[in-house]
């Protein structure tokens, strides 16, 4: 069993910056490839980000160049560092671990103002 966390989101204007974090717990060393997921209503749940063990990422095409994903595999911890934010980022963002079943946080609200 895994458990992770998100923490970080919240209320940024158009062109700000936000750093969302993901800390896991549990069976840790049962973790492979992380990611973010993000959700708003009506919609169906879209990837964000994916990081391998050894750290392959990648992107979906509305965030490169914007969106960064790293881990902390000594701290259990994933992060996803979102810069020049627009309206459209604005959603549920949900972190998940591969261990090997999927787990999934409980998500953190991002709103980004024009």
């Known amino acids: 069993q895994v458990q992770l966390v998100e923490s970080g989101g919240g209320l940024v204007q158009a062109g700000g910056s936000l750093r969302l974090s993901c800390a896991a717990s549990?069976?840790?060393?049962?973790?492979?490839?992380m990611g973010w997921f993000r959700q708003t209503p009506g919609k169906q749940r879209e990837l964000v980000a994916h990081?391998?063990?050894?750290?392959?990422?990648n992107y979906a095409e509305s965030v490169k160049g914007r969106f960064a994903i790293s881990r902390d595999n000594a701290k259990a911890t994933l992060y996803l560092q979102m810069n020049s934010l627009k309206p459209e980022d604005t959603a549920v963002y949900y972190c998940?671990?591969?261990?090997?079943?999927?787990?999934w946080g409980q998500g953190t609200q991002v709103t980004v103002s024009s």
């Open positions: 549990g069976s840790i060393s049962s973790i492979g490839a």
């Open positions: 998940y671990a591969r261990a090997p079943n999927n787990y």
């Open positions: 990081i391998t063990s050894s750290g392959l990422t």
